[in-house]
């Protein structure tokens, strides 16, 4: 008599994944993470987001609660992700914050021209006449003359600050 448990040598045998329970402590806690993620995002950015009507109102309590009922919350939330698809969620939060990295770089970018038309005055200028040619060459030129001055004198540095509103308003200008 043969054996009900007995394989033939050509089945292949069903492959067991172990999962520690620490394992599935750590991937509840990420989801739970990105639950707070999209807690401490403002309405108007989390009505973009691909959230099924559940989580979506799962989420705005808990941006409401304060405390232990939050704390608490976050764990509902992190409890609902694992039945969902989380990619879509987790690329527009990555998708977002790599927007405002851009800004920031954009915004570095513009403070480091600035510094440079305070330092070297006129062949900044030309750069940015030539990138910007509806920019008032006079008031930057005076701008710099002026924030130079500042610099010199340790005042504050109301004419930096005025270049640099005037160079995010080109920057925008041009964006558009």
Do not use: C, Y
């Amino acid at each position: 008599m043969g054996r009900k448990n007995k394989r033939e040598p050509w089945e292949e045998e069903e492959e067991i994944i172990w999962v520690s329970k620490s394992e599935m402590k750590r991937d509840m806690e990420a989801l739970q993470k990105l639950g707070q993620e999209l807690v401490e995002l403002r309405p108007s950015v989390l009505a973009k987001f691909p959230l099924d009507d559940d989580l979506r109102t799962a989420v705005t309590d808990a941006q409401r609660f304060e405390k232990e009922a939050r704390r608490r919350q976050f764990q509902l939330i992190g409890k609902m992700m694992r039945t969902r698809d989380i990619e879509p969620i987790q690329a527009a939060i990555d998708l977002l914050q790599n927007k405002h990295n851009q800004q920031t770089i954009e915004l570095h970018k513009l403070e480091k021209m600035r510094d440079r038309m305070i330092a070297d005055g006129d062949d900044v200028i030309n750069e940015v006449m030539d990138a910007h040619p509806n920019a008032d060459r006079q008031k930057l030129r005076q701008l710099a003359r002026q924030a130079k001055k500042e610099q010199e004198s340790n005042k504050p540095p109301k004419a930096s600050r005025e270049i640099f509103k005037i160079l995010r308003a080109l920057k925008a200008e041009a964006d558009k």
